[in-house]
């Protein structure tokens, strides 16, 4: 709730829409003994709480057609991990619920081949869909964004999103924690609104080396708001 209410001051002032993610499970951890949630029902009642206290829409992932079915009984938007964005009875579970689905590029994935992805929402009978790119993988604990897909998901006729602070993850370390570079985030969010990027997504974490996850790769949330004011004067100067 503080993370939500600092960010809502934040894109209210500067008139950017907002969206509230937060994952209520975290099924995709390295390690076995790693913080995987507190439980789901409890988890998804505080995002709703969050969505409906601020009146903003919100975003969890999914990892089965069953979450899909439970979580958009609580949340606006349903996030397909990059990992399973080639999961056809997920992705059309998810379209079935006729919420909005935000599909993460796959690491391994070619932008063309996201097409896929959306016609499988659609034969559900949805056409709200969102493509996030979230770089691609580079030998086993390396991502390198290719700024080319942006425009290239773009010709699907989606609105296209980047995912600035996953793209700079290290994954697959040999200590089980994924690593990341949090100080290219700035170069990173400003290379995507250049290329025309319609939105960012961003983790941030008041502290991020005290996260339960992915703090190695968070924006710190004081920095946040100067962050997006850098990014409007290009997004104006476009």
């Known amino acids: 709730m503080e993370i ?60 089965t057609e069953e979450e899909a079915i439970r979580a958009a009984l609580y949340v606006d938007v349903l996030q397909i991990p990059a990992f399973l964005c080639r999961q056809t009875e997920l992705l059309i579970a998810a379209g079935r619920t006729e ?15 996201m097409k896929f992805a959306i016609e ?16 691609n993988s580079y030998g ?11 425009p290239e998901m773009q010709r699907l006729k989606v609105p296209v999103v980047m995912d600035v602070t996953h793209s700079l993850q290290q ?3 040999s200590a089980g924690i994924s690593g990341g570079h949090p100080e290219l985030i700035e170069t990173i969010a400003k290379a995507a609104i250049a290329c025309g990027a319609d939105g960012i997504f961003i983790e ?18 004081d920095l946040l708001e100067e962050l997006l004011k850098k990014l409007i004067r290009i997004r104006k100067a476009l």
């Open 204 to 221: 941030t974490h008041p502290h991020p080396a005290t996260a339960k996850s992915d703090g190695a790769n968070m924006l710190r949330l």
């Open 171 to 173: 994954p697959n370390q």
């Open 99 to 113: 919420k909005v689905i935000n599909i993460k590029k796959g690491q391994f994935a070619s932008a063309s081949s």
């Open 120 to 135: 499988k929402i659609n034969y559900a009978g949805n056409k709200k869909v969102i493509l996030t790119e979230r770089g």
């Open 140 to 150: 086993y604990q390396d991502l390198v964004i290719d700024f080319r897909n942006i």
């Open 4 to 63: 939500a209410e600092k960010i809502f001051r934040i894109t209210e002032s500067l008139e950017i829409p907002f969206i509230f993610k937060a994952s209520y499970k975290k099924a995709n951890r390295s390690r076995v003994d790693s913080f995987a949630g507190i439980g789901d029902k409890k988890a998804l009642e505080l995002i709703r709480k969050v969505g409906e206290h601020l009146n903003i829409p919100t975003l969890t992932d999914i990892h």
